[in-house]
């Protein structure tokens, strides 16, 4: 899912495109992406864009008349930017917003469409109420992630606390941070506290900085949660770039975390809820068990 640092640089380039242009067409290829009805999406052609921004993880564009058209991308939604009357692309393209100087394609690359556009006269529905993490103080930080008892992982992802932050880059703030994603929230020590802020403003400004400059002007086409730069998200069983340690992971749903045990546990391994009660009393507890057992395997094997 496209957040924070993605979604700036889309804003960005965006802006950069349509802002002061007036909507001249809409065109929907997949009904279910239109979440609203009243007023209709037909409503927004012919006014001028007079401001994009991002609200959370979605992007708005702020239209004359006091309309608002809320996009959120979810998992696989992307933005194409294309030339003017473009055709909307093939089996992936949900909708396309035309410009006089080009044509705004919405697409998504999944079997369950999750991505959705609202038209709305008021922001207030979308408002989630987290912190923007860069506008944050060190204390507002800390009372936002100290006022609900979660995992730091729950709690960087909860968009009621902080805007912004979802599963790839939350794994990248707590790596650097050296802070296991399972530590409780009101057990952290403030020093601990002290670094995850750091950590937090340093990772998203840090690939804010990257994406917009691997941009380089263009409309950004490479949007994606995995990139080989990242510490350890997306890198199960590669080595952290720290220690060396292999990354592990835990997976649920349609998410996974993935941490490096020397830096961020102590060497201990978090329980994997489906792989655990598989292997129960074979399931290893610490790094150390895990490479014990894959090098008895490596010695069974030849």
Same mark, same amino acid.
């Given at each position: $899912?496209?957040?924070?640092?993605?979604? @700036?640089?889309?804003?960005?380039?965006?802006?950069?495109?349509?802002?002061?242009?007036?909507?001249?067409?809409?065109?929907? =290829?997949?009904?279910?992406?239109?979440?609203?009805?009243?007023?209709?999406?037909?409503?927004?052609?012919?006014?001028?864009? #007079?401001?994009?921004?991002?609200?959370?993880?979605?992007?708005?564009?702020?239209?004359?008349?006091?309309?608002?058209?809320?996009?959120?991308? $979810?998992? +696989?939604?992307?933005?194409?930017? *294309?030339?003017?009357?473009?055709?909307?692309?093939?089996?992936?393209?949900? +909708?396309?917003?035309?410009?006089?100087?080009?044509?705004?394609?919405? @697409?998504?690359?999944?079997?369950?469409?999750?991505?959705?556009?609202?038209?709305?006269?008021?922001?207030?529905?979308?408002?989630?109420?987290?912190?923007?993490? #860069?506008?944050?103080?060190?204390?507002?930080?800390?009372?936002?992630? /100290?006022?609900?008892?979660?995992?730091?992982?729950?709690?960087?992802?909860?968009? /009621?606390?902080?805007?912004?932050?979802? !599963?790839?880059?939350?794994?990248?703030?707590?790596?650097? =941070?050296?802070?296991?994603? =399972?530590?409780?929230?009101?057990?952290?020590?403030?020093?601990?506290?002290?670094?995850?802020?750091?950590? @937090?403003?340093?990772? *998203?400004?840090?690939?804010?900085?990257?994406?917009?400059?691997?941009? %380089? %002007?263009?409309?950004?086409?490479?949007?994606?949660?995995?990139?080989?730069?990242?510490?350890?998200?997306?890198?199960?069983?590669?080595?952290?770039? =720290?220690?060396?340690?292999?990354?592990?992971?835990?997976?649920? +749903?349609? !998410?996974?975390? !993935?941490?490096?045990?020397?830096?961020?546990?102590?060497?201990?391994?978090?329980?994997?809820?489906?792989?655990?009660?598989? *292997?129960?009393?074979?399931?290893?507890? @610490?790094?150390?068990?895990?490479?014990?057992?894959?090098? !008895?395997?490596?010695?069974?094997?030849?």
């Amino acid at each position: $899912m496209p957040e924070l640092p993605d979604v @700036t640089v889309y804003v960005e380039a965006l802006a950069a495109r349509v802002k002061g242009q007036a909507l001249t067409g809409v065109r929907v =290829a997949s009904p279910f992406v239109v979440r609203t009805f009243d007023p209709p999406l037909s409503a927004a052609v012919g006014k001028r864009v #007079l401001e994009v921004r991002r609200l959370g993880k979605r992007i708005v564009f702020e239209l004359g008349g006091d309309l608002f058209l809320v996009i959120h991308l $979810m998992i +696989a939604g992307r933005f194409k930017w *294309l030339e003017a009357g473009a055709k909307i692309p093939g089996k992936l393209g949900l +909708a396309a917003f035309d410009f006089a100087g080009g044509t705004l394609a919405l @697409t998504e690359a999944a079997s369950k469409k999750r991505a959705s556009i609202h038209l709305a006269r008021s922001l207030d529905e979308f408002r989630r109420g987290g912190l923007e993490p #860069l506008e944050a103080t060190p204390a507002q930080f800390e009372a936002a992630l /100290r006022s609900e008892n979660h995992t730091l992982k729950r709690s960087l992802t909860d968009p /009621r606390l902080f805007s912004g932050i979802g !599963n790839a880059y939350s794994d990248e703030i707590l790596h650097r =941070a050296k802070l296991s994603p =399972a530590q409780l929230t009101q057990k952290l020590p403030p020093e601990d506290a002290r670094r995850l802020y750091q950590a @937090t403003r340093e990772v *998203l400004v840090e690939w804010t900085d990257r994406l917009r400059a691997e941009a %380089g %002007g263009k409309f950004p086409e490479k949007v994606t949660a995995f990139r080989k730069e990242m510490a350890v998200h997306g890198k199960f069983k590669e080595p952290c770039p =720290a220690c060396g340690t292999a990354v592990q992971r835990i997976a649920y +749903a349609d !998410n996974e975390t !993935n941490y490096c045990p020397r830096c961020q546990t102590g060497g201990k391994l978090l329980s994997d809820r489906s792989l655990s009660r598989l *292997l129960h009393d074979d399931w290893p507890r @610490t790094i150390e068990e895990l490479e014990e057992k894959s090098a !008895n395997r490596g010695k069974k094997s030849r």
